[in-house]
């Protein structure tokens, strides 16, 4: 069946470093979909990507989907220790939202 | 305007007993999901309803899960008997229109114990 793998795990970084988390999926997907989730909260949502290369921005967040629609990234530039949480990537395919299993970020002040 | 709503948010079992979880979701939405995320996991879909039609229940458990929106508004997911792996957090979210290229909107959840 479709799966949705992110890349890393874990990622601690000093605050003023930039953060990229990588989203890969076994079947071309429709659109993905991105969440963020702070300890001991619910997903949020953050944005979608539906067209091959799109590039979408959010402040500091940039988010990209792959020309083939199998891979997506998220990259905070100059993280602040607001940006504490996991991040989930979903992608969409089949009628399936699959979620992957995300990327903890940590942030030392 | 009110978010998905979610009772209990906490709860603790011992394994073999039953247990039910209640969902509101944002009024007007369509379509309804029931999560379950595992600590240190991405949410897995349950059940994914369009008004009250259960479209996509293929990752129930149905031996011992089941869930119900009878007037296509609110939900109760049960589990019975509950076992040890069946502790994690409960997820409901809802989202306006049909299909699952909507927003999606989450709940606060129920973390549930099975001791």
């Known amino acids: 069946g479709q799966q949705v793998m992110q890349i890393p795990q874990y990622q601690h970084v000093q605050e003023g470093e930039d953060f990229t988390t990588y989203c890969n999926s076994s079947t071309t997907l429709s659109n993905i979909q991105w969440y963020k989730q702070r300890p001991g909260g619910h997903p949020v949502f953050l944005i979608q990507l539906v067209k091959s290369g799109e590039v979408k921005k959010q402040k500091r967040l940039t988010f990209q989907f792959g020309e083939a629609k199998k891979n997506s990234s998220l990259h905070i530039t100059a993280t602040q220790t607001t940006d504490v949480g996991t991040y989930f990537c979903a992608g969409q395919g089949g009628g399936k939202l699959i979620f992957g299993q995300g990327t903890t970020l940590q942030v030392k002040p | 305007e009110a978010g998905v709503v979610q009772s209990p948010r906490y709860k603790i079992i011992e394994k073999k007993q039953p247990v039910a979880f209640w969902c509101n979701p944002i009024s007007g939405h369509n379509t309804l999901y029931w999560y379950r995320q595992n600590l240190g996991q991405g949410p897995e879909l349950l059940i994914r309803?369009?008004?009250?039609?259960?479209?996509?229940d293929s990752q129930l458990p149905k031996d011992r899960f089941s869930a119900e929106r009878l007037k296509g508004v609110d939900s109760t997911l049960k589990i019975q008997p509950a076992e040890l792996g069946d502790s994690a957090v409960y997820l409901c979210a809802s989202s306006l229109g049909l299909g699952t290229q909507e927003t999606q909107y989450f709940g606060p959840g129920t973390r549930l114990l099975v001791l």
């Open positions: 309803y369009e008004n009250e039609e259960a479209v996509d």
